[in-house]
């Protein structure tokens, strides 16, 4: 293993626990072997994070393994496009999965091995009636399975028809194989679940080599077996699953040690749904852009809106992995996002309102130019190494237009008429006069500076209540900033309804296009995490030059809901 992305929880880990009480009785000899499994039918989000820094961290912490298996049991929804997102989105969040990355898809021809073995054995059957009809023989809690009048047909019959199914010779859904179990189990996963279904759908992987498929519950628990899987960790949903999942792999001539399912809690985090149906559904109606759309859980849409992925590790690692469900504030990831940006991120003017100021009394040079300085500014005071850069600073300057108030409102101490303030870094400056437009809105605010207030302090000590970011103008560049509110204004989406969707907020952007940044913001990396000055931090776009995404403010508003809570 090269570098450890894995420090020691601070909110404990059960699945370690477990783990490292296996590795001291020496079950599985002393192996620690863990996969991610997800199927390829849309884009990892912040949720599958968590699965991810599970599966991969654990093995890591135990220096095991940790396969990426793609479960590709059902042709009608997976796409080769997925497959390779998946893969890149879990090497942005700094886990390489060994090569080569497995698929459900590799065991077809086993499992279709161990299924005529499970018949052999007398332990499934070929079932000829409609999924209505099996579906509603099922029963439910406290309401009494009915046995199919297939399930005690001979084995020799059984057989000849699953081949025959393998062979094309039924139409889709004409029949199915199940496993004989029992009918009356409390569990519903127990009666006599169906292994395989006729369904000629193209496969991305297999094409048209297969016209019937597993489950997804016939596969899973035996591709783990097959992969040497010592730890099969998954979340709670499949805690009614593990009883199924034992069964098979208790019927079945393993080539090696049956694997131990652990199932923890599901990551939600307020503001914020995970159900890849739902985040679908958005794309769909045109709520947001797509699935790399900076709004979205995603790992490409948290990765566009320059969420560095360190700082979500280390977010996942300090919640710790628990037993029972429970939704984490967005605020607090944010706080990580926040304190990793506010060491690495480099400093930068940007105005995203712009009002025009103009000093009056700024001189002019020999040829009757207006002077142009420069100032020497850090550009992160939090890091020494990355250095300083030259700001331009001349006698036309845009400020944020919330920055003037004609007539201030009550405790509003920044640029009103007759009022100094300090431009950062510059000079004092104070507002003498105002230029407006025909509809009376302020369009120019005039000033005058003071040459001794140089780099921006008063030789006589005089303070200002107020230091502002500014841009000189004829050094602006042109850019495009975004903001963004929650996608959802409840903490818990569709709690009141049932439906996240009711709970959006449809101008959760706003797209600001006149924005005026200083000359270094172009060029800002694609990608690349920047601070304006008072605003929050900034991503590039990777795509689009001069687009910034507002990542995160600058306010730690994790703090202050610990600080209300404490109260
Ligand atoms: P959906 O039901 O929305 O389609 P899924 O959970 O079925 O999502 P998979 O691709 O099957 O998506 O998930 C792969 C793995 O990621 C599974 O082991 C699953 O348990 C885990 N996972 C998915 N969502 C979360 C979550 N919110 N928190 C933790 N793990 C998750
Ligand atoms: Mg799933």
Same mark, same amino acid.
């Given at each position: 293993? #090269?570098?450890?992305?894995?420090?020691?929880?601070?909110?404990?880990?059960?699945?370690?626990?477990?783990?490292?009480?296996?590795?001291?009785?020496?079950?599985?000899?002393?192996?620690?072997?863990?996969?991610?499994?997800?199927?390829?039918?849309?884009?990892?989000?912040?949720?599958?994070?968590?699965?991810?820094?599970?599966?991969?961290?654990?093995?890591?912490?135990?220096? %095991?393994?940790?396969?990426?298996?793609?479960?590709?049991?059902?042709?009608?929804?997976?796409?080769?496009?997925?497959?390779?997102?998946?893969? !890149?989105?879990?090497?942005?969040?700094?886990?390489?999965?060994?090569?080569?990355?497995?698929?459900? @898809?590799?065991?077809?021809?086993?499992?279709?091995?161990?299924?005529?073995?499970?018949?052999?054995?007398?332990?499934?059957?070929?079932? !000829?009636?409609?999924?209505?009809?099996?579906?509603?023989?099922?029963?439910?809690?406290?309401?009494?399975?009915?046995?199919?009048?297939?399930?005690?047909?001979?084995?020799?019959?059984?057989?000849?028809?699953?081949?025959?199914?393998?062979?094309?010779?039924?139409?889709?859904?004409?029949?199915?194989?199940?496993?004989?179990?029992?009918?009356?189990?409390?569990?519903?996963?127990?009666?006599?679940?169906?292994?395989?279904?006729?369904?000629?759908?193209?496969?991305?992987?297999?094409?048209?080599?297969?016209?019937?498929?597993?489950?997804?519950?016939?596969?899973?628990?035996?591709?783990?077996?097959?992969?040497?899987?010592?730890?099969?960790?998954?979340?709670?949903?499949?805690? @009614? /699953?593990?009883?199924?999942?034992?069964?098979?792999?208790?019927?079945?001539?393993?080539?090696?040690?049956?694997?131990?399912?652990?199932?923890?809690?599901?990551?939600?985090?307020?503001?914020?749904?995970?159900?890849?149906?739902?985040?679908?559904?958005?794309?769909?109606?045109?709520?947001?852009?797509?699935?790399?759309?900076?709004?979205?859980?995603?790992?490409?849409?948290?990765?566009?809106?320059?969420?560095?992925?360190?700082?979500?590790?280390?977010?996942?690692?300090?919640?710790?992995?628990?037993?029972?469900?429970?939704?984490?504030?967005?605020?607090?990831?944010?706080?990580?996002?926040?304190?990793?940006?506010?060491?690495?991120?480099?400093?930068?003017?940007?105005?995203?309102?712009?009002?025009?100021?103009?000093?009056?009394?700024?001189?002019?040079?020999?040829?009757?130019?207006?002077?142009? !300085?420069?100032?020497?500014?850090? /550009?992160?005071?939090?890091?020494?190494?990355?250095?300083?850069?030259?700001?331009?600073?001349?006698?036309?300057?845009?400020?944020?237009?919330?920055?003037?108030?004609?007539?201030?409102?009550?405790?509003?101490?920044?640029?009103?008429?007759?009022?100094?303030?300090?431009?950062?870094?510059?000079?004092? #400056?104070?507002?003498?006069?105002?230029?407006?437009?025909?509809?009376?809105?302020?369009?120019? #605010?005039?000033?005058?500076?003071?040459?001794?207030?140089?780099?921006?302090?008063?030789?006589?000590?005089?303070?200002?209540?107020?230091?502002?970011?500014?841009?000189?103008?004829?050094?602006? !560049?042109?850019?495009?900033?975004?903001?963004?509110?929650?996608?959802?204004?409840?903490?818990?989406?569709?709690?009141?309804?049932?439906?996240?969707?009711?709970?959006?907020?449809? /101008?959760?952007?706003?797209?600001?296009?006149?924005?005026?940044?200083?000359?270094?913001?172009?060029?800002?990396?694609? %990608?690349? #995490?920047?601070?304006?000055?008072?605003?929050?931090?900034?991503?590039?776009?990777?795509?689009?030059?001069?687009?910034?995404?507002?990542?995160?403010?600058?306010?730690?508003?994790?703090?202050?809901?610990?600080?209300?809570?404490?109260?």
């Amino acid at each position: 293993m #090269v570098e450890s992305h894995v420090p020691t929880p601070t909110a404990g880990d059960f699945v370690r626990d477990l783990v490292q009480r296996d590795q001291e009785q020496g079950t599985f000899g002393e192996r620690v072997q863990t996969r991610f499994p997800p199927e390829p039918n849309g884009y990892l989000h912040i949720g599958h994070a968590k699965a991810i820094t599970v599966d991969f961290g654990t093995a890591e912490a135990f220096d %095991g393994l940790c396969n990426l298996r793609l479960d590709d049991t059902n042709p009608d929804t997976e796409e080769a496009e997925f497959v390779d997102s998946i893969l !890149e989105d879990i090497e942005w969040l700094g886990f390489t999965p060994p090569r080569p990355v497995r698929h459900a @898809s590799d065991y077809f021809e086993q499992l279709y091995a161990w299924a005529e073995h499970l018949i052999t054995e007398g332990f499934a059957y070929v079932d !000829e009636q409609d999924a209505e009809t099996i579906s509603a023989q099922r029963g439910g809690y406290g309401k009494p399975g009915v046995e199919s009048p297939y399930r005690d047909r001979p084995v020799k019959e059984s057989l000849d028809v699953f081949r025959r199914m393998r062979a094309g010779e039924f139409p889709d859904g004409a029949k199915v194989l199940r496993a004989k179990i029992d009918m009356q189990h409390e569990n519903m996963q127990l009666r006599d679940p169906v292994m395989y279904r006729i369904r000629r759908g193209h496969h991305y992987r297999t094409g048209d080599a297969w016209c019937i498929y597993p489950t997804y519950d016939w596969a899973h628990g035996q591709s783990d077996a097959i992969e040497g899987v010592t730890h099969s960790l998954c979340t709670l949903e499949f805690q @009614s /699953n593990r009883p199924l999942y034992d069964w098979y792999l208790e019927h079945l001539p393993l080539p090696g040690d049956q694997p131990r399912q652990i199932e923890f809690a599901r990551l939600e985090l307020t503001h914020t749904i995970t159900s890849k149906r739902k985040l679908k559904q958005l794309i769909a109606e045109g709520v947001v852009d797509g699935w790399d759309d900076p709004r979205m859980p995603t790992l490409r849409g948290l990765r566009r809106r320059g969420y560095p992925a360190k700082a979500i590790r280390e977010f996942l690692t300090s919640i710790g992995v628990a037993k029972t469900n429970s939704r984490h504030s967005i605020e607090l990831l944010e706080s990580f996002i926040r304190r990793d940006l506010n060491l690495t991120a480099q400093r930068r003017m940007a105005v995203l309102r712009p009002l025009k100021v103009v000093i009056t009394n700024w001189p002019t040079d020999e040829t009757g130019q207006p002077v142009v !300085e420069h100032f020497e500014v850090a /550009n992160n005071p939090e890091n020494a190494d990355d250095g300083t850069r030259q700001v331009a600073f001349s006698g036309e300057l845009w400020i944020e237009q919330e920055d003037f108030a004609e007539v201030p409102p009550p405790k509003y101490f920044r640029l009103s008429p007759g009022r100094e303030v300090r431009l950062r870094g510059a000079y004092f #400056v104070t507002a003498t006069d105002v230029v407006k437009d025909a509809d009376g809105t302020v369009t120019e #605010v005039h000033v005058t500076y003071d040459p001794e207030t140089k780099g921006g302090t008063a030789p006589d000590g005089r303070k200002v209540k107020s230091t502002m970011h500014w841009v000189s103008a004829p050094h602006a !560049e042109d850019a495009t900033v975004a903001l963004y509110e929650r996608l959802f204004t409840a903490e818990n989406p569709g709690e009141a309804t049932g439906d996240p969707l009711d709970d959006l907020d449809r /101008n959760s952007r706003e797209v600001l296009t006149g924005a005026k940044v200083e000359r270094a913001l172009a060029d800002t990396a694609p %990608g690349e #995490v920047v601070q304006f000055e008072r605003l929050g931090y900034f991503a590039h776009d990777p795509r689009e030059p001069m687009l910034f995404h507002r990542t995160v403010g600058l306010r730690d508003e994790w703090a202050a809901i610990q600080k209300r809570t404490a109260r």
